[in-house]
């Protein structure tokens, strides 16, 4: 530090000696030819000319250009309005960015450099997966550049762990470690599980119950015995997270227990295609408790304690248990639940149970059991829904009239897997050419679920301006499904493989 | 004539980002109707919640729309110009219709209207001696500004600067107000910029001490006005405050004619105000120029100046020692695409031409700077994030777009240009591989 800043910032007040903060620098020998002047004065008109005479001549530290060189790069460059948009859809939304990233990853196209950065700080997997085919060279140049980027260095599989995994592991809040750790059951269940050992003694309950829940992912017969330790674990919110994944866990102890209890409540005779429900006395057993099984129903609905333990019964086991020997088709079990007196429990039971477990042949039939059926789900808001995102194309093909006709169209379509069979997305453009009003609240999700290439150049609108409630919602509602497809269609234009 | 911009320069011109994704859907021939050219204009309908008409005057590059957006440009103005960039023959020849005649007529009668009412301000007669003793007044008045001004720098200086650091915003807007009264704007807002200035970054106290230094001789600059050579008397009386109005520029600015090519420009908006700063450099003169544009918020400038153009004008420059700031005379032809990166210089001479400058006019602020051949080096440990030439100067650089100029390198070496304030590089404008990329603005100076 000169004197002169030193005796600036302590104030000529304090004393100190004027002559110090001279220098022999051109700057002082112009200032000195004022003559006298108050030492105030003289000190600010040295700075002033010491200030002109660095920004003038200002020297500069030297370094060589070290860096290494990009390489070549083997994708094609980005066209200028795929740029633009992409930027956008950074922005603001990730629906149309993995649309957008997927076709380009498909095409060869990589990112403009300047989207680079953008690109290398996000941290989510499915996005960064969805990324990294699309980098190029100077992406990969780039991420080298800097630790929290060498993610993208990774081996492209997207099979191991992302080089910050440790770091951020560490170093991150509760919810990004609850998401690294789902991250780690998915792509080295094992790996995970010792993470847990390590970091259980030291976290709180929520956090441990998480990290249980998350066990469902990558779950194997490896994983029983520390679920099962858990099973008295001195949270009791910890000890049903464990619990209610060993019951997905095949031939772990607690399946059996679980599925023994289920047989002797529940029951199906297939001579009679039949139900036969028992429901367990009160009150609630201690035992069944502690292992997963919750005392009061969710919520306010009308469901008896008796009937929600049963239901937690039949979740809890696979619905393939139920299936008689050498039967392979749950058509017949779901409908003989639904005509039965528990109905109710019966099919949100199976629907929990299917989900949870994956069985696909479930899916299509329950579907169809809760579309015909007025019954409501204690455990699923939508089970309709939660099922419709699991059918394959040919099942959504088979119920696209039933889907487009039901007045709960929008949940069940923004749940179904994207882009829709062209049977339903046919259907429902014809509903939305035709104004149909009931279509209206479906039209966002539409503007997303149907193939880029069914999606019509325009649809002819009556001026919103001119028109009443509720057509006006709806036109104002097809304005913006038009600029949704607008822009799709030319993010596919310019990612023609 | 065509439309002289392209995509990107298109793209430049709106106002955030939402409005380049709207713009996008728009630009296709089936979200209009009624789309039409003259030799003159492109127009064209479109359906929003009502019908809107959009149209583009080509030689000016003006744009005007129909629809209530507060933006500007909206995204249907927007719309039709990426469609009129990009698929011009597309665009069926017509006659204009009524709507776009009689906006034309408008523009031309308020174009011609406004140069007489500027040339007829600088032709009326003055009362010279009521000037002479309203300038003598003024005088008075900024001395004794500048003399309570002094009294307080000095305070400063005495009580020392670790003090001020408890003050409060109000502590230099009072002192501003006092230089306000005094008719010296100028000075008020450079002392409002100190109070900016207190802890803003680490080495703040030296920037303040700087600055304070060059307040100090500014005054003492203003006091010996007489002694001053004309064109730095000029620098000085503006920078208190003596500023000229347009039309004062247009009658005794020089003018300068020339290609000039906008390399950079930085839009902001006040609270009510959008300021446009474009800086130009001409083709053969070799001088740079700052064109400064203003206008209220959702208005749009009465010339756009687009980046990576070039335009053949006149340009009337405010009178300085170091001239920099100017206004567009007259557009001596359209404007029209700017094809490769522009001549730059390496560190070394850049620095040399601002270091003339600021021989000349030892105020002045940013100036353009257009470097060519630089690398951007990520900071390494000590080492702040720099560009270097090949000579190994490194250049400190501020903003926050670092990570985008690293990314468009490639460690491969780089056109720039942006400003330069002898403190650090602000970069605005990047050439790399035959693309031309402006950053995006705003954020994180200093």
Redesign the interface.
């Known amino acids: 530090m000169s004197e002169l800043l030193r005796a600036a910032i302590l104030g000529t007040g304090q004393g100190g000696d004027p002559v110090s903060e001279r220098s022999e620098s051109p700057a002082d020998t112009l200032i000195d030819a004022l003559g006298e002047l108050p030492r105030e004065r003289a000190l600010l008109l040295r700075a002033g000319a010491h200030a002109l005479l660095r920004r003038a001549g200002r020297v500069l530290p030297r370094r060589s250009p070290s860096l290494p060189l990009a390489a070549a790069e083997s994708l094609r460059a980005s066209s200028p309005p795929l740029t633009d948009a992409l930027r956008m859809l950074f922005e603001s939304d990730e629906d149309l960015l993995a649309e957008a990233l997927e076709r380009m990853a498909r095409a060869r196209v990589r990112l403009a450099p300047e989207l680079l950065p953008l690109a290398l700080e996000q941290t989510e997997p499915e996005l960064r997966a969805r990324l990294k085919p699309v980098l190029g060279a100077r992406g990969a140049w780039l991420a080298a550049q800097r630790p929290e980027w060498t993610w993208a260095l990774d081996a492209a599989s997207g099979a191991a762990l992302p080089s910050d995994f440790e770091l951020r592991w560490s170093e991150g809040n509760a919810a990004e470690r609850r998401g690294l750790f789902t991250l780690a059951r998915k792509l080295s269940p094992a790996h995970a599980r010792e993470l847990a050992v390590d970091a259980f003694p030291h976290e709180k309950a929520d956090q441990r119950a998480a990290f249980a829940e998350a066990f469902a992912i990558g779950l194997g017969a490896d994983d029983e015995p520390f679920l099962s330790g858990l099973l008295s674990d001195r949270s009791a919110v910890v000890q049903k997270a464990a619990a209610r994944v060993l019951w997905r866990l095949p031939g772990s102890a607690l399946a059996q227990r679980m599925l023994e209890r289920a047989r002797a409540h529940v029951r199906y005779e297939p001579s009679a295609a039949r139900w036969h429900v028992r429901l367990p006395a009160e009150p609630l057993d201690p035992s069944w408790e502690r292992e997963g099984i919750r005392e009061v129903p969710p919520g306010t609905r009308q469901l008896g304690q008796r009937q929600w333990w049963t239901l937690q019964l039949m979740a809890a086991v696979p619905c393939a248990s139920w299936l008689p020997d050498g039967d392979s088709d749950p058509q017949l079990l779901v409908a003989a639940a639904r005509k039965h007196e528990h109905a109710a429990i019966l099919l949100d039971g199976l629907t929990q149970s299917a989900l949870m477990r994956g069985e696909r042949a479930w899916f299509a039939p329950l579907w169809d059991a809760w579309a015909a059926s007025d019954l409501t789900s204690t455990l699923t808001s939508e089970p309709r829904a939660a099922l419709g995102a699991q059918l394959t194309p040919e099942e959504i093909t088979a119920r696209a009239a039933q889907l487009v006709a039901d007045d709960r169209l929008r949940p069940l379509l923004s749940h179904l897997p994207r882009p829709w069979p062209e049977a339903l997305a046919l259907r429902v453009l014809a509903g939305i050419s035709d104004l149909r009003l009931s279509l209206r609240d479906a039209i966002p999700v539409a503007a997303l679920g149907i193939p880029v290439e069914l999606l019509p150049d325009s649809i002819p609108l009556p001026d919103s301006g001119q028109v009443e409630y509720p057509l006006r919602a709806f036109v104002r509602a097809l304005e913006h499904f038009q600029q949704v497809a607008a822009l799709r269609r030319s993010i596919a234009a310019e990612t023609v493989p | 004539m065509s439309l002289a911009l392209t ?2 320069q298109i ?1 430049g011109l709106a106002p955030d ?2 409005a ?3 713009s ?3 630009a ?1 021939p ?2 209009w109707r009624s789309l039409g050219r003259s030799a003159g204009a492109v127009w064209g309908e479109c ?5 809107y008409r959009t149209q583009i005057a080509l030689a000016e590059l003006a744009v005007q729309c129909s629809c209530p957006s507060r933006k500007f440009p909206c995204k249907h103005a927007l719309g039709l110009l990426l469609m009129a960039a990009e698929g011009f023959e597309r665009i069926p020849e017509l006659p204009e219709p009524e709507w776009v005649q009689s906006w034309q007529l408008a523009r031309h009668s308020a174009t011609t209207g406004k140069a007489m009412r500027v040339r007829d301000k600088a032709k009326k007669p003055v009362d010279a001696a009521a000037q002479a003793k309203r300038a003598e007044r003024r005088h008075e008045n900024i001395l004794a500004g500048l003399d309570q001004l ?1 009294v307080w ?3 400063l ?7 001020v650091q408890g003050e409060s915003w109000a502590f230099w807007d009072a002192q501003a107000r006092r230089l306000v009264d005094a008719q010296a704007p100028g000075l008020a807002s450079r002392v409002r910029a100190l109070g900016e200035r207190v802890g803003s970054h680490d080495n703040w ?2 920037r303040l ?9 500014l005054s ?1 600059a203003y006091r010996r006005l007489d002694r001053l050579a004309p064109p730095l008397a000029a620098d000085v009386r503006r920078l208190v405050g003596i500023t000229l109005d347009q039309s004062e520029v247009l009658a005794h600015g020089a003018t300068l004619e020339d290609e000039w090519h906008v390399l950079c420009d930085m839009i902001d908006d006040g609270e009510r105000v959008r300021t446009q700063r474009a800086w130009l450099r001409g083709a053969t003169s070799g001088q740079t120029a700052l064109v400064l544009q203003f206008t209220p918020l959702g208005t749009r400038f009465e010339s756009a100046l687009v980046t990576g153009t070039k335009l053949p004008a006149r340009l009337a420059y405010w009178p300085s020692a170091a001239p920099q700031r100017a206004l567009i005379v007259e557009r001596t032809a359209p404007a029209s695409p700017l094809g490769a990166a522009p001549a730059g210089s390496d ?1 070394e001479s850049a ?1 040399a031409g ?2 003339d400058l ?2 000349k006019c ?1 105020w002045l602020g940013a100036s353009l700077l257009v470097l060519a051949d630089v ?1 951007p ?2 900071a ?1 440990g000590p ?1 702040p994030y ?1 560009l ?1 030439d090949a ?5 400190p650089l501020r903003g926050s777009a670092h ?2 100029l ?3 390198s ?3 070496p780089l056109t720039l240009a942006g400003e330069w ?3 650090a590089f602000s970069p605005r404008t990047v050439w ?1 591989e035959d693309r031309r ?1 402006s950053l995006w603005p705003g954020g994180g100076d200093e």
């Open positions: 995509r990107a793209i980002a939402a380049v994704g709207a996008q859907k728009l296709h089936a979200q359906q929003g919640s009502a019908l002094d720098l000095n305070d200086v005495r009580q020392g600067l670790a003090r106290p030296e001490l700087d600055d304070l230094g060059q307040l100090a001789l003492h560190v620095l601002y270091a600021l021989a030892p690398v080096l990520p390494a080492e720099a270097v000579s190994g100067a490194a250049l990570d985008v690293l990314a468009l490639g460690g491969h304030d002898g403190y790399a990329v």
